[in-house]
C-alpha cells in the first residue's frame, strides 16, 4: 500500500523558516518524481515545487522561487521542503503526492499525481 506521511508544519511568524517532510512507503521511492501542493481556504490548490526521481531536476512555482528549496534523500524514502522567508500569503494546508514516474509533471498539472498524502498545516502569521 502506498503512503504519503507529510510532517513538520505549524505556526511561524513571517521571515521565519520551515522544513516539511514527506515519508513515503509502500513502492520504490527512487522510480517517482514527487511533487509539493498546497490549498488555503477559499482557493485552489497550487502546485508549488516537484522533484524529479531520474536526475533531481527540480521546478517551483514563481510564487515561491528563490525562498523554497525541495530535495529527496532516496535512503530515507522522504523529500524534503525548505521554507525561509516565509509570508503570510504562504499560510495554506501543504500536501506532497507522487507522480506516476520518474520525470515530474508540470506543476499545473496536479491531477496527474496519483498518491497523496494527509497534509500539513502550515500558518505565518504578520
Known amino acids: 500500500e502506498v503512503q504519503l506521511q507529510a510532517s513538520g508544519g505549524g505556526l511561524v511568524q513571517a521571515g521565519g523558516s520551515l522544513r516539511l517532510s514527506c515519508a513515503v512507503s509502500?513502492?520504490?521511492?527512487?522510480?517517482?518524481?514527487i511533487g509539493w501542493f498546497r490549498q488555503a481556504p477559499g482557493k485552489e490548490r497550487e502546485g508549488i515545487s516537484s522533484i524529479s526521481a531520474h536526475d533531481g531536476s527540480t521546478d517551483y512555482a514563481n510564487s515561491v522561487k528563490g525562498r523554497f528549496t525541495i530535495s529527496r534523500d532516496n535512503a530515507k524514502n522522504t523529500v524534503y521542503l525548505q521554507m525561509d522567508s516565509l509570508r503570510p500569503e504562504d499560510s495554506a494546508v501543504y500536501y506532497c503526492?507522487?507522480?506516476?514516474?520518474?520525470?515530474?509533471?508540470?506543476?499545473?498539472?496536479?491531477?496527474?499525481?496519483?498518491?497523496w498524502g494527509q497534509g500539513t498545516q502550515v500558518t505565518v502569521s504578520s
Open positions: 509502500g513502492f520504490t521511492f527512487t522510480d517517482y518524481a
Open positions: 503526492a507522487t507522480a506516476p514516474g520518474m520525470v515530474a509533471p508540470p506543476l499545473s498539472l496536479s491531477s496527474v499525481y496519483d498518491y
